[in-house]
């Protein structure tokens, strides 16, 4: 059964960095379409950043240049690094994987906490 296993979370005051990662079994995450959602206290899951298998990389707005999803392929893992983070990015993070001709994502994380504290 494909698994993603999540790790890398943590509680961080505002301005403080952290490095979920995803690691994967049973298939070769390079041969997909990642991606990293989040889902606040009491709010629907978001999208976050989306890594495709050329390595072309695409944000939501207010993580631009604060986050960088990337792809260790040796290590079949995936990476958010998140940067000055703010009390707003307190939330459950998930990652996901989908085939890319497929429009949804069929593999998810369990999720990993990170909570920012002001």
């Known amino acids: 059964e494909v698994q993603l296993v999540e790790s890398g979370g943590g509680s961080v005051d505002s301005g403080g960095s952290l490095r979920p990662s995803c690691a994967a079994t049973?298939?070769?995450?390079?041969?997909?379409?990642l991606a990293w959602f989040r889902q606040a206290p009491g709010k629907e899951r978001d999208w976050v950043a989306t890594i495709l298998t050329n390595g072309r990389q695409n944000y939501k707005d207010p993580v631009k240049g604060l986050f960088a999803i990337s792809l260790d392929g040796a290590k079949n893992t995936l990476y958010l690094q998140m940067d000055s983070l703010k009390p707003d990015d307190t939330a459950m993070y998930f990652c996901a994987a989908r085939l890319c001709y497929q429009p949804d994502y069929q593999h998810w994380g369990q999720g990993t906490q990170v909570t920012v504290s002001s």
């Open positions: 049973e298939y070769d995450l390079s041969n997909h379409c």
